[in-house]
């Protein structure tokens, strides 16, 4: 060991250079050996900072010294998962988030949630809402309201309108959820069901047959539960993609619909209103150039006769090879069911609709208004409240799949909304950033005798956005169809 090396561990030395006046360290100082380092801290004395092995921190009162068992490891917290600012780590089922006018009932095996409101119970409350008073109380027309809400909505996106609409017709108002949207029960779809083909598979709950079916359901549900002829039908409001399931329901029973109201519907019209005419042109020319050929054909040489059979010889060959394109048509679109299926039943797809829900859902609701300064707290956290129910990301990918992959064998909605003949509604907003106005005045002009209004300042949300004028014009509507505002004059004059 060093001569410098003992100094510092000597106990007679170490205290006396702590103790030491400032003279007698500036003169140890200046007689101590040379280094071969220099101190970074020139102006504090460096035999200070060695210490004994022996020493403990009551030498040191100004320093804490944490030992290992004051030691505490730094863990960090998980991060809470969250979608549209809806805590995702306790999800409940859809029972629980129950409000206190919900009503459940079973419909093929799928708990559906739905509310209902009757003209005698509101007539009952103390309070009535001062949009409510300016309503005629009680007009009779008698028939039930079945409300139809849209992708992503549910029964909540009618709650302003539900009473005023109850009090108009003088009859009950119902409000459903189909399943994959609000507080329906979410039921799993086996992948089997895609490849079994037998009649004994339940149906699918996502489907458009499913939702068409409940609402029959409920149509006859206050048609059990009233008393009068006229319940027998049912007025369907629809808005945006409800409209598809209010107009396939006519088609499927148009005896049970007594009017459609369509709110921005998200319906394809036709490009062309012309395409109609010129089909039903090209109709008749077939049927007149089929005529003169069979009389020109009885009255010419054989020669025709001959062009004749190979004319039908090539219709029979060209239907043999669309027979066959049909075949391999049907087969890739039996792969690509299959494909899609399974893609949007991995956790690949549930990853990615949780992070577009999180990112566009709130800006999607707000981009519906006109004004989304007015979207209030309220109406985000009716239109988040689903997303608190289990499953609630594989609902809307089963939705998805039974709409991308529907093997209906109807033909398109769209060339068949000439053939309604019920009494028909549609409402737009004028700002509708969703579904244009224009394509809801197109399909206006395409089915016979409907009536067609535009809300102002008004988005894709009429019913929740303008209340009033949504009303008025439905009021308008009913008064002239139904023919009670006639009599009402009369009683009025008399």
């Known amino acids: 060991m060093s001569h410098y090396g003992a100094l510092c561990l000597s106990p007679q030395v170490q205290p006396k250079l702590i103790h030491s006046s400032?003279?007698?360290?500036?003169?140890?100082?200046?007689?101590?050996?040379?280094?071969?380092?220099?101190?970074?801290?020139?102006?504090?004395?460096?035999?200070?900072?060695?210490?004994s092995i022996t020493s403990s921190a009551a030498d040191f009162p100004g320093e804490h010294v944490v030992g290992d068992a004051e030691r505490k490891p730094t863990t960090r917290r998980p991060k809470r998962r969250s979608?549209?600012?809806?805590?995702?780590?306790?999800?409940?089922?859809?029972?629980?988030?129950?409000?206190?006018?919900?009503?459940?009932?079973?419909?093929?095996?799928?708990?559906?949630?739905?509310?209902?409101?009757?003209?005698?119970?509101?007539?009952?409350?103390e309070e009535v809402r001062e949009e409510d008073?300016?309503?005629?109380?009680?007009?009779?027309?008698?028939?039930?309201?079945?409300?139809?809400?849209?992708?992503?909505?549910?029964?909540?996106?009618?709650?302003?309108?539900?009473?005023?609409?109850?009090?108009?017709?003088?009859?009950?108002?119902?409000?459903f959820d189909r399943p994959a949207f609000g507080l329906t029960a979410r039921r799993t779809v086996r992948s089997g069901d895609d490849d079994d083909d037998s009649l004994a598979r339940p149906l699918n709950p996502y489907s458009m047959t499913f939702s068409v079916l409940a609402t029959l359901f409920f149509i006859d549900l206050l048609a059990a539960a009233g008393k009068k002829e006229e319940e027998e039908k049912a007025i369907l409001i629809g808005h945006s993609a409800g409209c598809l399931v209010a107009v396939e329901?006519?088609?499927?029973?148009p005896d049970r619909v007594a009017a459609l109201i369509l709110?921005?519907?998200?319906?394809?019209?036709?490009?062309?209103?012309?395409?109609?005419?010129?089909?039903?042109?090209?109709?008749?020319?077939?049927?007149?150039?089929?005529?003169?050929?069979?009389?020109?054909?009885?009255?010419?040489?054989?020669?025709?006769?001959?062009?004749?059979?190979?004319?039908?010889?090539?219709?029979?060959?060209?239907?043999?090879?669309?027979?066959?394109?049909?075949?391999?048509?049907?087969?890739i679109f039996s792969s690509y069911t299959k494909a899609l299926s399974a893609l949007l039943r991995?956790?690949?797809?549930?990853?990615?609709?949780?992070?577009?829900?999180?990112?566009?859902?709130?800006?999607?609701?707000?981009?519906?208004?006109?004004?989304?300064s007015q979207v209030t707290d309220h109406v985000l956290q009716g239109y988040t409240k689903p997303l608190k129910t289990k499953g609630w990301e594989m609902a809307l990918l089963e939705y998805t799949s039974a709409l991308l992959t529907d093997s209906s064998s109807k033909p398109p909605l769209s060339g068949r909304l000439a053939q309604?003949?019920?009494?028909?509604?549609?409402?737009?907003?004028?700002?509708?950033?969703?579904?244009?106005?224009?394509?809801?005045?197109?399909?206006?002009?395409?089915?016979?005798?409907?009536?067609?209004?535009?809300?102002?300042?008004?988005g894709h949300l009429p019913h929740e956005e303008r209340v009033e004028e949504f009303l008025f014009v439905i009021e308008s509507f009913l008064r002239k169809v139904f023919g009670f505002l006639d009599d009402q004059l009369i009683l009025a004059a008399a």
């Open 22 to 51: 400032p003279t007698s360290t500036a003169n140890f100082r200046t007689h101590r050996p040379s280094l071969p380092f220099r101190s970074h801290r020139p102006s504090q004395p460096l035999l200070p900072q060695a210490t």
């Open 83 to 125: 979608v549209a600012g809806v805590d995702q780590e306790e999800l409940v089922e859809p029972r629980e988030l129950a409000d206190a006018d919900s009503l459940f009932c079973e419909f093929n095996g799928v708990e559906i949630h739905y509310k209902i409101c009757h003209h005698a119970e509101i007539a009952e409350e």
């Open 133 to 175: 008073r300016r309503l005629s109380p009680e007009v009779a027309i008698a028939f039930p309201i079945i409300l139809l809400h849209g992708f992503g909505a549910s029964a909540f996106s009618w709650d302003r309108v539900m009473k005023p609409l109850s009090r108009l017709v003088g009859s009950k108002v119902l409000a």
């Open 249 to 253: 329901t006519y088609f499927e029973a």
């Open 263 to 331: 709110v921005a519907p998200a319906i394809v019209a036709p490009l062309t209103l012309w395409r109609i005419d010129k089909e039903k042109e090209m109709q008749k020319g077939n049927q007149n150039e089929d005529g003169d050929s069979n009389l020109l054909i009885a009255s010419l040489n054989p020669f025709m006769r001959i062009w004749k059979a190979l004319k039908n010889l090539y219709i029979h060959l060209l239907e043999g090879v669309l027979s066959i394109l049909k075949g391999m048509r049907d087969m």
């Open 346 to 372: 991995s956790a690949f797809a549930s990853m990615l609709v949780r992070m577009i829900i999180d990112k566009f859902g709130i800006l999607a609701i707000r981009y519906s208004w006109f004004d989304p």
């Open 420 to 458: 309604i003949s019920c009494p028909v509604l549609i409402i737009t907003g004028d700002s509708d950033r969703l579904v244009p106005s224009w394509n809801a005045e197109h399909i206006s002009r395409i089915i016979p005798g409907s009536s067609f209004e535009v809300i102002k300042n008004c």
